[in-house]
């Protein structure tokens, strides 16, 4: 768009990111693609792309010359299945050393975008990300050599990504039903913290350009259960993010 191009972003989901981040904190995210000179389209599945063009299922049909399709990716491990059982998203599901749990008796360790693992901290971790593929292998191999658990082992999810001139960065997982509580503002740099309905119990933090609260989120989610924090000091940006009782 900054080179003058017509540019729309077709979105099946009522809001960009929701899958990750929730329609309502994703919905924050739309003005900047208006910022942008983006047109963005969303609650608006595509149902096929021909030549110089894309159909909606609302029947609206979008002339394009160029057509960028991301919809997401999951594990091409069907050649898998016949040895390990695989999950329903083509995942193999691995405790906190990445051992493969179908095959308790067998020295397999699955890691990165394959592996749903095991957090005693965040439930189950999806791949997905480069991080976990990144410092995953070190922990498995480790374990797998006989080497102690250590409390690090169990990394936070951790994605970052720019996004129209802004810098996320989302830690932890943020479940469906949790509360959400805003730091900042929604229309400039803000953080959205994620807790567990009614609870003080942190489950995820998203940084948009906010790298103070990066560092934060990071040390927040160290520990052996997920951070506990005040939501009204945590509102308040010009109060350093992070656990009382730390
Ligand atoms: C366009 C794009 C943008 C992304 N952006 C981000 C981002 O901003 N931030 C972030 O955190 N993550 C991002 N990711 C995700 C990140 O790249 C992945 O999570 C990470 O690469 C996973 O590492 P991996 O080793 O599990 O898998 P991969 O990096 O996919 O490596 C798997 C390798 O296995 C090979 N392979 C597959 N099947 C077989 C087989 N049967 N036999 C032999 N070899 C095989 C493949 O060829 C490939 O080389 C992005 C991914 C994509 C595609």
Redesign the pocket.
């Given at each position: 768009a900054g080179a003058g191009v017509d540019v729309t972003v077709v979105e099946a989901g009522d809001a960009p990111l929701a899958t990750a981040l929730g329609t309502r904190v994703g919905a924050w995210t739309a003005p900047w693609y208006e910022a942008a000179g983006v047109r963005l389209l969303t609650g608006s599945p595509v149902a096929a792309v021909a030549p110089g063009e894309v159909a909606l299922a609302s029947g609206e049909v979008l002339p394009a010359d160029v057509v960028l399709v991301a919809v997401g990716?999951r594990p091409?491990s069907a050649?898998l299945a016949p040895t390990l059982p695989l999950e329903g998203d083509g995942s193999l599901a691995v405790d906190e050393a990445y051992r493969v749990l179908a095959a308790p008796d067998l020295p397999v360790v699955a890691?990165?975008?394959?592996a749903r693992r095991r957090s005693a901290r965040h439930g189950w971790v999806s791949?997905?990300?480069?991080?976990g593929?990144l410092r995953g292998p070190a922990i498995a191999v480790r374990r797998l050599l006989g080497g102690p658990p250590q409390p690090a082992d169990d990394l936070a999810p951790y994605?970052?990504?720019t996004q129209l001139g802004h810098d996320l960065a989302l830690y932890g997982a943020p479940g469906r039903d949790d509360d959400v509580v805003v730091r900042g503002e929604v229309a400039g740099a803000f953080t959205a913290l994620w807790f567990a309905p009614g609870s003080e119990r942190l489950t995820g933090v998203l940084a948009v350009d906010t790298p103070r609260d990066v560092a934060a989120a990071r040390k927040l989610f160290a520990g052996p259960e997920l951070p506990r924090l005040d939501r009204d000091a945590a509102a308040d940006p010009g109060r350093p993010l992070r656990s009382p009782r730390a």
């Open positions: 990716a091409a050649w890691l990165g975008d394959l791949g997905g990300h480069w991080d593929a994605v970052f990504s």
